[in-house]
C-alpha cells in the first residue's frame, strides 16, 4: 500500500501561479507519479508525469505552463503550475503507479482543489 498525501490547492486570480505537492508514504516499487484532474461533468485527465528515472511527459494543454519534478530523498512530487487559466479549475489527483509483483497498480490522492478566477 502507498498512502499520497496532496497539499498546495487553492484559489488564484488567472495568469497566477500555484505549487502543489504530493508525499507518497514509500518509494518502493514507485516506476512513476503524476498529476491528473477532473473538472466538473469531464473525465479525469492526465497532466505531467515523472518517472522514477527521471523522464517526464506533460499533457498538450500544458503548453510549457507547468513543471512537474521530484526530490526523490522525501518521496515527493511537485506540480508548478504558472499562466494558469479558468480552464485549469479543477481537482488535482496525485497519481502513483506502483509495480505489485510484475503488474503495475494505481493508487491516488485525495484531490486537491484548484480554482483559477477570470
Known amino acids: 500500500q502507498v498512502q499520497l498525501v496532496e497539499s498546495g490547492g487553492g484559489l488564484v486570480q488567472a495568469g497566477g501561479s500555484l505549487r502543489l505537492s504530493c508525499a507518497a508514504s514509500?518509494?518502493?516499487?514507485?516506476?512513476?507519479m503524476g498529476w491528473y484532474r477532473q473538472a466538473p461533468g469531464k473525465q479525469r485527465e492526465l497532466v505531467a508525469v515523472?518517472?522514477?528515472?527521471?523522464?517526464?511527459n506533460y499533457a498538450d494543454f500544458v503548453a510549457g505552463r507547468f513543471t512537474i519534478s521530484r526530490d526523490g530523498a522525501k518521496n515527493t512530487v511537485f506540480l508548478q503550475m504558472n499562466s494558469l487559466k479558468p480552464e485549469d479549475t479543477a481537482v488535482y489527483y496525485c497519481n502513483a503507479k506502483v509495480l505489485l509483483g510484475a503488474i503495475p497498480a494505481d493508487y491516488w490522492g485525495q484531490g486537491t482543489q484548484v480554482t483559477v478566477s477570470s
Open positions: 515523472i518517472t522514477r528515472g527521471g523522464s517526464t
Open positions: 514509500r518509494s518502493t516499487s514507485i516506476i512513476a
